[in-house]
């Protein structure tokens, strides 16, 4: 009863508004029109076939703005009969939106604010899906000296003691989370007229890095497609070439917790965490290039069980197993690597 | 990939039709909403005028971005108005967009219709008409402002970037149609992956809207006869 | 005009087919003030007036200004309600009947103002403006649509009253290019359109030239001698004494005097009137 009046008060709101833009000779109504009756015909009769059902997807700009999700939706959508709409955030943008209940799944990059979305039950069944890594980019004559350098932290401190100008992304996202830990790690709370945090995406935050001579760490696959337009170097590696192992970026797949929010399309939310997951996602993700070069190492498929990768890093099953889990994870990271990432990479 | 060949015609066209749509449907119900309001206000004593006016002028120079964040808030699943289910739809995009274009048509068409000189209220009354003829001779005397009123909002809504973005969520999808990304926010996107040539041409056709729209108002305005009367 | 009879009878000019009326030869009612008294806040008040404008007859209603003329008219024509007393139209007291009665006795008043108040627009759609708000919506939506697709000839109607005020070699020029006298010959024009039974006319002339102003006293008696009840509001005596039948003197918000406009300027009973008439009274 209640879903019926829904849909109806639904229909009947939307219908109001494409009336009224109607009389003004709008462009495309009819367009619109479709798109509103799939989504709620698409609710209604899921499941079965016919009508498209639609999946929202939030997810962080780097797979987004690399292009990667052009590449694996499409092939998605053809197999599930499904449309993806897909919204492109921060990490911590697209975690609040499924936090919401706004998104029916989410494809994001910070581990530990995963976790916590996990622990608080707005998200189940985390997959792994694929991995890159984070570089320290900076200008070309490097003004602080840390080209080559072999450990992130001290990259950071080296940068922070000569107040070399570092732009930070300081928008909660994957990236800026990886950047406080490193901060963290390093011993160093940033601040100085050498810190700039902008607020913005990764893209803006590389172009003016390069604008204002200044270092920046950047997921390697958002550096590789803006390479063209920018005169930033990378200075630092991250451990897909032999660089420090903080410098990973894991990427998991998460499902909203139907028992949150029963509107969720949860069926199909698994079924695009078991296509990203499965054989065919895969591949696509493995043979996603930009620029010549492959962008995301998928790591979903293991013979091997993998536990760690559906519950909160630290969760250790209710008794007090592990101290040192995320060793544990970060050792397991660095066989994915040894595993996936060619020699010559 | 991610030069301007990465932008083909249908993503074009389906992104500025939806900044069309988005926009036009907002401009009619912000005049729908605004146009009667603006007469009230102008011409009628209630309690909480004041109040109003200054909720007008206030709206001006409301941040879209917090504009978003509220209809975000009132349409998410978990807010108030969840259970229609329209966040990442156009018709969010239209109510925060309506939402930001009142002010700015309200308080051009407001000084509009006050403008009108009492004496042609009273000859229309005079003449037999009732309230509402006196109304729509008051909005036809002021054309003119209202005209403008409507380009201002048409081009606030238009050029807003801030609450399309947060309400409408940016989604295009697979085949390259839009279903809310238009063409300020995708140059955001542009922005972001440091494209900024595409971003720039992005703008340029976002321009060319504005003034095409500015020039058919001004079409408009300029055809219509006595807009230099009642001189006294 | 087109074979004004004199004297008050019905003239021989076609009341056009769009007007709400039944014709020339319709019986015209009387517009009557009883007892008005009004006040705003601040001055312009009217005390006690009582007149009476009869079918086919001039009324002077004259005074300095700010005597309250304007106010007395703006009641007749019924803008506002009376704090005290009645507005009679046909013997009804107007603020006793409801709103849609009213609206339909408030059509067979029509008034033009002192001050410049055309549309901004061309002359013919000011004219045709009162007969345009008389149909019914669904034909002013259609002639609305039809407008859009090029202008339509002036129907007799509104040909007739520009006649009336010389000024039909002018319909289709723009409002706003019109002489002040034009102008306020078109309004008047506008006023008689929908063949009024009573029409207020609230100092007409005053800044106009002699020619405009003999343009407009010629309209007053075509209309009179229509039949319509004609209520001059002014302050010039000689005009009042030129055009009316009868005049009533309003100073300082009261008629002090009444009657036959000879009677009035020949013999006045009040000495306030005479020092007034003589010009020897000025406020």
Same mark, same amino acid.
Request: glycine share 10%; proline share 4%; charged share 20%.
């Given at each position: 009863?209640?879903?019926?009046?829904? #849909?109806?008060?639904?229909?009947?709101?939307?219908?109001?508004?494409?009336?009224?833009?109607?009389?003004?000779?709008?462009? +495309?109504?009819?367009?619109?029109?479709?798109?509103?009756?799939?989504?709620?015909?698409?609710?209604? +009769?899921?499941?079965?076939?016919?009508?498209?059902?639609?999946?929202?997807?939030?997810?962080?700009?780097?797979?987004?703005?690399?292009?990667?999700?052009?590449?694996?939706?499409?092939?998605?959508?053809?197999?599930?009969?499904?449309?993806?709409?897909?919204?492109?955030?921060?990490?911590?943008?697209?975690?609040?939106?499924? #936090?919401?209940?706004?998104?029916?799944?989410?494809?994001?990059? %910070? #581990?530990?604010?995963?976790?916590?979305?996990?622990?608080?039950? /707005?998200?189940?069944?985390?997959?792994?899906?694929?991995?890159?890594?984070?570089?320290?980019?900076?200008?070309?004559?490097?003004?602080?000296?840390?080209?080559?350098?072999?450990?992130?932290?001290?990259?950071?401190?080296?940068?922070?003691?000569?107040?070399?100008?570092?732009?930070?992304?300081?928008?909660?996202?994957?990236?800026?989370?990886?950047?406080?830990? @490193?901060?963290?790690?390093?011993?160093?709370?940033? +601040?100085?007229?050498?810190?700039?945090?902008?607020?913005?995406?990764?893209?803006?935050?590389?172009?003016?890095? $390069?604008?204002?001579?200044?270092?920046?760490?950047?997921?390697?696959?958002?550096?590789?497609?803006?390479?063209?337009?920018?005169?930033?170097?990378?200075?630092?590696?991250?451990?897909?070439?032999?660089?420090?192992?903080?410098?990973?970026?894991?990427?998991?797949? *998460?499902?909203?917790?139907?028992?949150?929010?029963?509107?969720?399309?949860?069926?199909?939310?698994?079924? /695009?965490?078991?296509?990203?997951?499965?054989?065919?996602? !895969?591949?696509?993700?493995?043979?996603?290039?930009?620029?010549?070069?492959?962008?995301?190492?998928?790591?979903?498929?293991?013979?091997?069980?993998?536990?760690? !990768?559906?519950?909160?890093?630290?969760?250790?099953?209710?008794?007090?197993?592990?101290?040192?889990?995320?060793?544990?994870?970060?050792?397991?990271?660095?066989?994915?690597?040894?595993?996936?990432?060619?020699?010559?990479? | 990939?991610?030069?301007?060949?990465?932008?083909?015609?249908?993503?074009?066209?389906?992104?500025?039709?939806?900044?069309?749509?988005?926009?036009?449907?907002?401009?009619?119900?912000?005049?729908?909403?605004?146009?009667?309001?603006? &007469?009230?206000?102008?011409?009628? $004593?209630?309690?909480?005028?004041?109040?109003?006016?200054?909720?007008?002028?206030?709206?001006?120079?409301?941040?879209?971005?917090?504009?978003?964040?509220?209809?975000?808030?009132?349409?998410?699943?978990?807010?108030?108005?969840?259970?229609?289910?329209?966040?990442?739809?156009?018709?969010?995009?239209?109510?925060?967009?309506?939402?930001?274009?009142?002010?700015?048509?309200?308080?051009?068409?407001?000084?509009?219709?006050?403008?009108?000189?009492?004496?042609?209220?009273?000859?229309?009354?005079?003449?037999?008409?009732?309230?509402?003829?006196?109304?729509?001779?008051?909005?036809?005397?002021?054309?003119?402002? *209202?005209?403008?009123?409507?380009?201002?909002? /048409?081009?606030?809504?238009?050029?807003?970037?801030?609450?399309?973005?947060?309400?409408?969520?940016? @989604?295009?999808?697979?085949?390259?149609?839009?279903?809310?990304?238009?063409?300020?926010?995708? *140059?955001?996107?542009? %922005?972001?992956?440091?494209?900024?040539?595409?971003? *720039?041409?992005?703008?340029?056709?976002? &321009? %060319?809207?504005?003034?095409?729209?500015?020039?058919?108002?001004?079409?408009?305005?300029?055809?219509?006869?006595?807009?230099?009367?009642?001189?006294? | 005009?087109?074979?004004?009879?004199?004297?008050?009878?019905?003239?021989? %000019? +076609?009341?056009?087919?769009?007007?709400?009326?039944t014709g020339a030869r319709r019986s015209r009612t009387r517009?009557?003030?009883?007892?008005?008294?009004?006040?705003?806040?601040?001055?312009?008040?009217?005390? $006690?007036?009582?007149?009476?404008?009869?079918?086919?007859?001039?009324?002077?209603?004259?005074?300095?200004?700010?005597?309250?003329?304007?106010?007395?008219?703006?009641?007749?024509?019924?803008?506002?309600?009376?704090?005290?007393?009645?507005?009679?139209?046909?013997?009804?007291?107007?603020?006793?009947?409801?709103?849609? #009665?009213?609206?339909?006795?408030?059509?067979?008043?029509?008034?033009?103002?002192?001050?410049?108040?055309?549309?901004?627009?061309?002359?013919?759609?000011?004219?045709?403006?009162?007969?345009?708000?008389?149909?019914?919506?669904?034909?002013?939506?259609?002639?609305?649509?039809?407008?859009?697709?090029?202008r339509e000839e002036p129907s007799e109607t509104v040909e007739?009253?520009?006649?009336?005020?010389?000024?039909?070699?002018?319909?289709?020029?723009?409002?706003?290019?019109?002489?002040?006298?034009?102008?306020?010959?078109?309004?008047?024009?506008?006023?008689?359109?929908?063949?009024?039974?009573?029409?207020?006319?609230?100092?007409?002339?005053?800044?106009?030239?002699?020619?405009?102003?003999?343009?407009?006293?010629?309209?007053?008696?075509?209309?009179?001698?229509?039949?319509?009840?004609?209520?001059?509001?002014?302050?010039?005596? !000689?005009?009042?004494?030129?055009?009316?039948?009868?005049?009533?003197? @309003?100073?300082?918000?009261?008629?002090?005097?009444?009657?036959?406009? $000879?009677?009035?300027?020949?013999?006045?009973?009040?000495?306030?009137?005479?020092?007034?008439?003589?010009?020897?009274?000025?406020?």
């Amino acid at each position: 009863m209640a879903i019926e009046r829904r #849909r109806f008060l639904q229909a009947a709101g939307v219908g109001a508004v494409l009336g009224l833009s109607g009389c003004t000779g709008n462009t +495309s109504p009819t367009e619109a029109n479709n798109e509103t009756s799939e989504a709620s015909g698409g609710s209604q +009769s899921e499941g079965e076939s016919g009508a498209a059902r639609e999946l929202t997807l939030a997810t962080t700009t780097s797979t987004y703005d690399t292009g990667l999700l052009d590449a694996l939706n499409p092939v998605f959508e053809e197999k599930f009969n499904a449309r993806v709409k897909t919204i492109s955030q921060g990490t911590g943008a697209a975690i609040e939106t499924a #936090r919401n209940g706004d998104a029916d799944v989410i494809l994001v990059h %910070a #581990r530990g604010a995963e976790d916590e979305f996990l622990r608080e039950g /707005y998200g189940v069944n985390r997959r792994d899906v694929m991995f890159n890594d984070f570089v320290i980019v900076g200008p070309a004559d490097d003004p602080a000296g840390i080209s080559g350098m072999e450990s992130a932290t001290d990259a950071f401190a080296t940068i922070a003691e000569a107040g070399a100008t570092f732009v930070s992304r300081g928008d909660d996202s994957g990236t800026n989370k990886k950047e406080l830990l @490193i901060w963290e790690a390093a011993g160093v709370s940033p +601040s100085g007229s050498w810190y700039r945090e902008i607020g913005q995406g990764m893209g803006d935050t590389l172009v003016q890095a $390069d604008q204002s001579g200044a270092y920046t760490l950047s997921d390697r696959g958002t550096f590789l497609a803006t390479q063209d337009n920018i005169d930033l170097e990378i200075q630092v590696q991250g451990p897909l070439k032999d660089g420090p192992t903080i410098l990973k970026n894991p990427y998991g797949v *998460i499902p909203v917790n139907p028992a949150k929010y029963p509107d969720v399309n949860y069926s199909l939310a698994m079924a /695009y965490a078991g296509f990203l997951t499965g054989p065919e996602g !895969q591949e696509i993700i493995s043979n996603y290039t930009a620029n010549g070069s492959q962008l995301f190492f998928p790591n979903a498929l293991s013979e091997e069980p993998q536990f760690g !990768q559906y519950v909160p890093e630290d969760y250790d099953g209710g008794e007090n197993a592990s101290e040192s889990s995320a060793s544990v994870s970060d050792a397991q990271f660095e066989s994915w690597v040894a595993q996936h990432v060619p020699e010559d990479f | 990939m991610f030069g301007l060949g990465d932008l083909n015609l249908t993503y074009l066209v389906s992104i500025t039709a939806v900044s069309l749509y988005v926009s036009t449907a907002a401009v009619a119900l912000s005049a729908a909403i605004g146009l009667p309001l603006s &007469l009230l206000v102008g011409f009628r $004593d209630f309690t909480g005028k004041s109040a109003v006016t200054s909720l007008i002028s206030t709206g001006m120079g409301f941040p879209s971005v917090v504009v978003g964040l509220v209809v975000l808030l009132t349409l998410s699943r978990s807010g108030p108005l969840g259970a229609f289910e329209l966040l990442f739809t156009p018709e969010a995009m239209i109510l925060s967009q309506t939402i930001l274009a009142l002010p700015v048509l309200v308080s051009v068409s407001l000084s509009a219709v006050q403008s009108v000189p009492q004496d042609l209220r009273d000859a229309a009354f005079a003449a037999g008409g009732t309230s509402t003829d006196v109304a729509l001779l008051v909005v036809r005397e002021a054309r003119y402002g *209202i005209v403008t009123a409507l380009l201002a909002a /048409y081009g606030r809504a238009i050029s807003e970037v801030g609450s399309v973005l947060i309400v409408g969520g940016n @989604i295009v999808f697979s085949d390259s149609t839009s279903f809310t990304r238009t063409l300020t926010t995708a *140059i955001t996107v542009e %922005a972001r992956k440091g494209n900024i040539e595409t971003g *720039i041409a992005l703008g340029a056709i976002l &321009l %060319a809207l504005v003034l095409g729209v500015n020039a058919l108002g001004a079409r408009f305005r300029d055809r219509t006869p006595g807009r230099n009367g009642r001189g006294r | 005009m087109t074979a004004g009879v004199p004297g008050g009878g019905a003239s021989g %000019a +076609s009341d056009g087919s769009d007007s709400a009326s039944t014709g020339a030869r319709r019986s015209r009612t009387r517009l009557a003030a009883r007892g008005l008294s009004h006040g705003f806040g601040d001055g312009a008040v009217l005390d $006690d007036v009582s007149l009476t404008v009869e079918p086919g007859e001039i009324l002077a209603v004259v005074g300095p200004s700010g005597t309250g003329k304007t106010t007395l008219f703006r009641l007749l024509a019924m803008f506002e309600r009376p704090d005290e007393g009645a507005v009679e139209v046909g013997g009804d007291d107007v603020w006793d009947l409801p709103e849609a #009665r009213r609206l339909a006795v408030r059509r067979r008043v029509g008034m033009a103002f002192q001050t410049r108040s055309l549309f901004s627009t061309t002359v013919e759609e000011n004219v045709s403006y009162g007969l345009r708000v008389r149909r019914p919506w669904s034909a002013r939506v259609r002639d609305a649509v039809e407008g859009l697709f090029g202008r339509e000839e002036p129907s007799e109607t509104v040909e007739d009253a520009l006649r009336t005020v010389g000024m039909f070699d002018k319909v289709d020029r723009d409002a706003g290019s019109l002489s002040a006298g034009e102008a306020q010959r078109v309004a008047i024009a506008r006023a008689l359109a929908p063949d009024p039974d009573v029409l207020l006319l609230d100092e007409p002339t005053s800044n106009l030239d002699p020619r405009n102003t003999a343009a407009i006293e010629s309209a007053m008696r075509a209309a009179r001698d229509r039949g319509i009840a004609v209520a001059l509001a002014t302050h010039d005596m !000689q005009q009042a004494r030129r055009v009316s039948d009868r005049t009533a003197v @309003i100073l300082g918000g009261t008629c002090i005097e009444s009657g036959p406009t $000879d009677a009035v300027f020949e013999s006045p009973d009040d000495d306030r009137v005479r020092q007034f008439v003589e010009g020897k009274l000025v406020y």
